[in-house]
Structures are given as C-alpha cells and as structure tokens.
C-alpha cells in the first residue's frame, strides 16, 4: 500500500503540449545562455511579454516570428518564469503597488495579524497563508475536540471558523477582491 496524499499527480500532465515549451528553452538557451532565465527577470517584463505572445495568438498569429516557434510555447515559458520569480527570485516582483489603493488589515481573527498592506500584491499572498493557518490551527483544535467528543468546544470552534470566513469574505468584498 502507498500513501500518495497530498503527492503530485504528474500523470496529469500532456507532456506533449511541453514540447513548444521546451524548443522556446533551447531557442532561449542559444540566445542567451542555458538556465539564464533563473539568474532572475523583472516580473513585469515577463508579464508584458507573456500577454504579447497572448495578444498576438489571439489575433490569429500561430508562430511568433522571431524564433519561428509558437506563440503558445512562448506563453507557457512566461508563466513558468513568472511561477519560478514568485517562488524563488521575490526581489525580482518589479509590480506596481498604487500607495492611493493601500489598505490596511490586521488582527482580523483574536490577535491573528493577517496583513497590513492587503492591496499589495506581494501581501496578498502572506494574507491568504495567515489565514490558512488560522484556519488550520481551528481545525486541529476541531479534531483534538472530536477525539474527546466535546461537543461545547466542537461548537464553538465551527463558530470561529464560520467567524473567520465572513470576516474575510466581508473584507475582499468591500475592497473589490472577490
């Protein structure tokens, strides 16, 4: 018996449609060098690249004409570097953050500091994973409950939870998130 939980499903993948990806990596590698992507790009860079190669395939242009390659395989690379600056290059994040559009928003949850600057895209994200694990330690606290079957903390925990979830949903809404 294997325990494949929460593991990767790579069989999920057409590696086929990689195959454009791929040749725009050795077409890149040629140019520039190998792996000189990772060194790091500014992320709007990437950003504006991507939706040129987006844009160009919508008007029905199928090969970008100066690597001869399509625009499709283009587009995924974008998102592949834009994936890797958020993970590994976040001195790279080059995008603008509107001072006039700064909210801010903490202890939203019984002294859970959650962020400060929620229109901040790189905030957001430290945002979500605050109150992921708020949710998390409610519901571990939940299972601790159901394994002594207390039923008063049950209760109240599933408030917390429902608590927390309003909170949040009430303050992406009223700042045009969701």
């Not at 408030?159 to 909170?167: I, Q, R, T």
């Amino acid at each position: 018996m294997r325990f494949n939980n929460d593991k990767l499903r790579w069989s999920l993948i057409d590696f086929d449609s990689l195959e454009d990806m791929v040749r725009v990596l050795e077409f890149g590698a040629e140019k520039y060098d190998d792996n000189n992507w990772k060194k790091g790009l500014k992320t709007t860079e990437i950003t504006e690249s991507l939706m040129r190669h987006l844009f160009a395939y919508l008007r029905g242009e199928d090969i970008d004409p100066e690597s001869g390659l399509p625009h499709t395989g283009h587009i995924m690379c974008n998102a592949m570097f834009l994936s890797y600056m958020g993970k590994f290059k976040k001195d790279f994040d080059t995008r603008f953050v509107d001072k006039n559009k700064e909210q801010k928003l903490c202890d939203i949850v019984k002294g859970v500091e959650i962020g400060k600057k929620v229109f901040d895209p790189r905030a957001t994200e430290r945002t979500v994973d605050s109150a992921i694990a708020a949710e998390a330690a409610l519901r571990k606290r939940m299972a601790d409950a159901g394994e002594t079957n207390s039923e008063g903390t049950l209760k109240e925990i599933l408030s917390e939870l429902k608590s927390l979830n309003e909170k949040i949903t009430n303050h992406f809404n009223q700042n045009n998130f969701i």
